[in-house]
């Protein structure tokens, strides 16, 4: 079946450092694949998405590339700030009509002042 | 314009006691989806409703779990009797098109059964 392993978390970083949660992905196909953010005491938001091989998402300074070749999707952020703090789903969409996204586990994100 | 509303925002209740956790979704929205996350866990789908229709409700664990949505507005989803693996966090989303990915998710309920 369809899934999404993302690293553990939490992840705790100074402001500006650089920012990387790893998610690798299986499922048959091309899937779709989604970053997901959730702040504090907030709903989920979509972050960012990529729908076919090599196509890089990006959104409020934070990227991931569509990695076929690894069945990858690592989010990425060069400099980060304490409003970062979160946390971060990584998610897939199997192509082909009515199909249901499938999570990872999330990844807590502290930034730290 | 309002946002996917839940309520209540925190539940704590023993097990074998009946919770009610409902949803109202963005005025017009069709389409409303409940998720749950099981602490530390993924989110997992649990049903699709189109208006008052379950399109979709393959991710309901058990019988103990029974969601509605009369009138195709808001949804309740009923945790009847509640047992210990049933806490977490239950989302609830909507959208105009059946999309989640167009949809606006709620805060969440987060439902602690002890």
């Known amino acids: 079946g369809n899934s999404v392993t993302q690293m553990e978390g939490p992840v705790t970083l100074s402001e500006e450092a650089f920012l990387t949660i790893n998610c690798t992905y299986t499922a048959t196909g091309y899937p779709s694949l989604f970053w997901y953010v959730q702040y504090p005491g907030e709903g989920l938001q979509l972050l960012l998405k990529?729908?076919?091989?090599?196509d890089k998402g990006s959104n409020k300074g934070f990227e991931a590339t569509y990695r076929k070749e690894t069945t990858s999707f690592h989010l990425e952020k060069g400099s980060v700030q304490v409003s970062d703090s979160a946390v971060y789903f990584c998610a897939l969409r199997p192509s082909g009509g009515y199909q249901k996204v499938t999570f990872g586990t999330g990844t807590k994100l502290q930034v730290i002042p | 314009e309002a946002g996917v509303t839940q309520f209540p925002s925190h539940s704590v209740i023993e097990k074998g006691q009946t919770v009610t956790l409902r949803c109202d979704p963005i005025?017009?929205?069709?389409?409303l989806y409940w998720y749950r996350r099981v602490m530390g866990k993924e989110i997992k789908f649990l049903l699709h409703?189109?208006?008052?229709?379950?399109?979709?409700e393959s991710g309901m664990p058990n019988n103990r779990f029974l969601a509605e949505r009369t009138g195709g507005t808001y949804s309740t989803l009923k945790v009847q009797p509640a047992e210990l693996e049933d806490s977490g966090v239950y989302f609830c989303?909507?959208?105009?098109?059946?999309?989640?990915?167009?949809?606006?998710f709620g805060q969440g309920t987060r439902l602690t059964v002890v």
């Open positions: 989303a909507s959208s105009s098109k059946q999309e989640l990915t167009e949809a606006f």
């Open positions: 005025s017009g929205h069709d389409n």
């Open positions: 990529a729908t076919k091989a090599d």
């Open positions: 409703f189109v208006k008052e229709s379950k399109q979709d």
